[in-house]
Structures are given as C-alpha cells and as structure tokens.
C-alpha cells in the first residue's frame, strides 16, 4: 500500500497544504490531521495536483475543513486538482462547495 504526503507551507497569508498519492480510507490519516490542524484558524489552501486518486474519505475531509473554515470566516481553496480529485469531488454532486484556483500563483490575494 502507497501512502500519501502532506507538506504544509506558508505562501503570503495562505497556509498550503501538498498532498501527493492516494487518498483513500488507508490513508486519509495524515491529511485529516494536518487538515484540522489548520482549519478554520488560517486560510487554508490545499494543492491537490499530486493526488492519484480520492474516494469519499477524502471528500469528507475537505468539506469538514471547508465548513470550519466558513464558520470561523476563514478562506478555504482547493488548488490544481489533478483530473482523478476533480471527477472524485465532482461526482459528490457538491463540487460548487469547493472553491477552486488553477494554480498557487493564482490564489486570491
């Protein structure tokens, strides 16, 4: 089984969170406790462009991290989602819940 890994770093006010592999009930883990760390206390974004694949576990993450960050006012994005995390959050039938930039470069000021 291939894990993930979740670097966190700091770009201009944005906390941004990397995460490279799959992301399934093996591994959620990792993402969910770094995830949480950060959600709702910072704005948040997490570059999903090294995801290989995304079952529910990983969606549950994300929309758990999006409603902390909405109730505390804090900003959340879902940067570069390689195509196996788009189609995975589009099938929810919730993707207009995930805000999303093409790029880091591109986050919002």
Request: avoid cysteine; proline fraction near 5%; aromatic fraction near 6%.
């Amino acid at each position: 089984m291939t894990g993930i890994s979740v670097e966190v770093a700091e770009r201009g006010s944005w906390t941004v969170l990397s995460v490279h592999g799959p992301i399934n009930s093996y591994t959620y883990n990792e993402l969910q406790e770094k995830t949480m760390r950060h959600a709702g206390r910072v704005d948040m974004a997490v570059d999903l462009s090294g995801v290989s694949s995304m079952t529910s576990a990983g969606i549950g993450v994300l929309l758990a991290a999006i409603e902390d960050a909405e109730t505390a006012g804090k900003r959340f994005v879902v940067v570069a989602p390689s195509e196996v995390a788009r189609l995975a959050i589009e099938s929810t039938g919730f993707s207009d819940r995930f805000p999303t930039a093409p790029s880091l470069k591109e986050l919002p000021a």
